[in-house]
């Protein structure tokens, strides 16, 4: 477990919760998406960070419930999936339950498009109408 502290625009002051140890990521001249569960009054929010600092785009979201917590920390985008069904939780419709996902763990965890009114099973929902061109816009 790790907490993420947010510095300043593009710093981040990251604790490994166990050993207490922490480390500092300045992500100046990069682009990146910060997730936030700690809005007041919502799940929480994300932001879309160009390499200049700029807030671009930003939305609501919804995180992984207590018993399917989402991780934290500074990740990497691993994998792009425009269209995905996962093998642990596939929708019993058949629909792709998981699209515009953006990989960000080995163990499935995703940026993806989902229902920001309700909580997830670990990934962080986005709602559709924010999804696509942070897609669009994410690197691996």
């Known amino acids: 477990r790790r907490e993420v502290i947010p510095l300043s625009r593009t710093l981040f002051q990251v604790i490994d919760l166990k050993t207490g140890i922490d480390r500092y990521v300045d992500l100046q001249g990069k682009d990146f998406i910060v997730v936030s569960v700690r809005e007041e009054g919502s799940d929480g929010r994300f ?65 993806h498009k989902g229902s920001v009114n309700w909580m997830s099973r670990g990934c962080i929902h986005i709602d559709e109408k924010d999804i696509a061109p942070i897609f669009k816009w994410a690197t691996k």
Do not use: C, Q
Request: net charge neutral; charged share 20%; no cysteine.
């Open 47 to 111: 932001y879309a960070v160009d390499r200049d600092g700029t807030v671009w785009w930003s939305g609501p979201v919804t995180s992984g419930a207590i018993e399917y917590r989402s991780p934290s920390g500074i990740f990497h985008v691993l994998k792009k999936a425009r269209y995905h069904m996962p093998n642990v939780y596939p929708d019993e419709s058949g629909i792709n339950n998981m699209d515009y996902s953006l990989f960000f763990t080995k163990y499935g965890h995703a940026l």
